[in-house]
């Protein structure tokens, strides 16, 4: 539905409305979310928990949660402010300080004054919003808070602990609510909450917000995507539940009890080279192999922990790879050794020097390595023995195209290989 001045521009022609105001009254328009939004940018009526606004790029969702929680704040609604972004430099750049972030969608007498040491933002009627991302979920375990906006809830790093934390931490005032900003990904966060009975859904696409984007990013970039699967979720903003070319299906998924008895269990390993907000996560996934003959992933434990070149970081990847190793009685880790080199196995025998260790080295792509693995899970032959939502999504989206390192597929694909050797791929010494 347009807005109302959408309307009287069709009526009259945007140059005769615009030719009407003052060069302050135009200014003032900005501020005016009411008249220049449209009617999907505004919050439903209702009694709902959660606002999910689900939609392609473009669309103006970022405006529009800036605009709930300044509408919420200068109502006296909410005193009490979660921002959860992906990483601080998303929170930062694009809920607060962007174009259409906290700050600038704000008339001065209600801008509130951010201090980013403290990730702290404070209302003049004394509101407070503290930040919190995606790559620090325990951050969330203590704060209490009567209203949450949550921006590209589909890309956070860990979305399920996240997420949970932050409802746990919903729990101030009589009507506690929350508005989730972000373009679609069949991940179980939001398949959850679309099937939520107290989510009210907003959809929408690039093209209901054409008129304030540049015609070129029409003309060169959503043409290009028009009609494929990614062009249907980045712009159209659907919900796609299996990715095309990826090797696995949510259906291959088969949550059970391991058996009593195991013949090996092995703790695969992927480990990041870098430790900062851009860095990779270090896969660790613990498998095993039933007497049965079939595989069960016994546990994922990846993490963005302290990197490999830091021998010194104990309570880092190797320690919480050792410790996967005791726990579940692992005979054998098997870590990949392409960047690291020596120092995997010099930071792993730091930590324990009788831990039986492997070294692979990957010869070939990711989906060739792959392959084998996502065939026992076709064929019905591999089990997780609890639902692990952050590696099946990443089982589930990665494909050989999509430019991301899959750290969790990868460890998974490590452990697996050890139990079902397959020709090929890797060398091991």
């Not at 949970?164 to 009589?174: I, K």
Request: aromatic share 8%; charged share 25%; net charge neutral.
């Amino acid at each position: 539905m347009p807005s109302i001045l959408e309307k009287a521009v069709a009526a009259s022609g945007k140059d005769a409305v615009f030719a009407a105001l003052s060069q302050e009254e135009r200014e003032r328009l900005f501020y005016c979310w009411g008249a220049i939004a449209r009617e999907a940018q505004l919050a439903p009526p209702g009694d709902w928990l959660t606002w999910l606004l689900l939609s392609g790029r473009g669309f103006g969702k970022t405006r529009a949660g800036a605009e709930w929680v300044r509408e919420k704040v200068s109502s006296g609604q909410a005193k009490r402010i979660a921002l959860v972004g992906k990483t601080p430099a998303d929170v930062r750049d694009v809920m607060i300080e962007g174009t259409s972030g906290i700050l600038s969608v704000s008339p001065a007498n209600e801008r509130p004054r951010y201090e980013p040491s403290k990730r702290k933002l404070t209302w003049p009627n004394g509101a407070v919003g503290l930040a919190f991302t995606s790559y620090e979920p325990d951050q969330l375990r203590g704060p209490q808070f009567d209203l949450a906006w949550t921006d590209e809830l589909a890309a956070f790093e860990y979305s399920i602990p996240t997420w949970d934390n932050l409802q746990l931490a919903l729990r101030l005032g009589s009507r506690p609510q929350q508005v989730v900003t972000t373009t679609p990904r069949p991940i179980k966060v939001i398949r959850d909450l679309l099937a939520n009975p107290s989510t009210t859904v907003t959809r929408g696409s690039s093209y209901d917000n054409r008129a304030n984007l540049a015609p070129a990013f029409f003309s060169q970039i959503v043409s290009r995507y028009e009609g494929t699967r990614l062009g249907r979720q980045e712009i159209m903003g659907e919900v796609l539940d299996d990715v095309e070319g990826a090797l696995w299906v949510r259906a291959m998924f088969d949550v059970r009890r391991p058996p009593s008895e195991l013949v090996r269990v092995v703790v695969g390993v992927d480990p990041a080279m870098s430790a900062n907000e851009d860095s990779n996560e270090t896969g660790i996934v613990v498998a095993g192999k039933g007497v049965d003959g079939r595989g069960y992933v016994l546990s994922d434990r990846s993490a963005r922990l302290p990197p490999v070149a830091d021998q010194y970081a104990l309570q880092g990847w190797a320690n919480r790879a050792v410790a996967a190793y005791h726990q579940l009685n692992a005979d054998r880790i098997v870590a990949e050794v392409n960047q690291g080199g020596d120092l995997v196995q010099s930071v792993l025998r730091r930590v324990d020097p009788n831990a039986a260790v492997k070294l692979v080295r990957a010869t070939k792509g990711k989906m060739i390595r792959a392959e084998p693995i996502a065939a026992l899970y076709e064929q019905g032959r591999i089990t997780h023995c609890e639902e692990f939502a952050e590696l099946e999504d990443q089982l589930c989206n990665w494909t050989a195209d999509s430019g991301e390192s899959p750290d969790r597929l990868d460890a998974l694909v490590w452990a697996l290989t050890e139990l079902f050797p397959t020709k090929g791929g890797l060398r091991v010494w």
